[in-house]
């Protein structure tokens, strides 16, 4: 398996555009979780899904943030519009039945 | 009630050095997670514990249940080693929460 695969690597937008961020999880996986990781939070976790479901968004920071899994191997995170403190990058991990989670290479946002 | 904290932030050791990091949090969890974030960004999973140790080549993982205290150990330490190494705890449900990292820097 080729693993978690996001897309784009890196990003770089003015303020004001709207930002869409891809992952593919593992195939079998029924788990996805998207991260934030900045220097001055660390790693936080946004939200995940179960079986395509949202379970938790209460790591969503505010409405200009939303995910979606139309299916078991496509997730996005949308952000619209980006703002500069958006700047991060953000991670996506996937798990099956074991508790170990697989995360991506992650993309670099960097909103100016 | 959902503070985790790792120590030191950062560490220097040099090549064949013992290692230990310590993570503590604060309620009772599900799980804990040791992670290796290396230089170039990625994320690699390294130990899940719920109890007792763990080991895995030149690292050992151990978590105290009752202290709410896991300690990742890297013995004979090699440059190849350095990393940001952050721990995860898993309270109820799926929701993760993050130590700061520590920097370890393994010198030749």
Known sequence: DAGVIQSPRHEVTEMGQEVTLRCKPISGHDYLFWYRQTMMRGLELLIYFNNNVPIDDSGMPEDRFSAKMPNASFSTLKIQPSEPRDSAVYFCASKGVEETQYFGPGTRLLVL | ?108
């Open chain 2, 1 to 108: 009630k959902n503070e985790v904290e790792q120590s030191p932030q950062n560490l220097t050791a040099q090549e064949g050095e013992f290692i230990t990091i310590n993570c503590s949090y604060s309620v009772g969890i599900s799980a804990l997670h040791w992670l290796q974030q290396h230089p170039g960004g990625g994320i690699v999973s390294l130990f899940m514990l719920s109890s007792g140790k763990k080991k895995h080549g030149r690292l050992i993982a151990t978590i105290n249940i009752q202290e709410k205290h896991s300690s990742l150990h890297i013995t004979a330490s090699h440059p190849r080693d350095s990393a940001v190494y952050i721990c995860a705890v898993r309270y109820t449900g799926n929701q993760f929460y993050f130590g700061t990292g520590t920097s370890l820097t393994v010198i030749p």
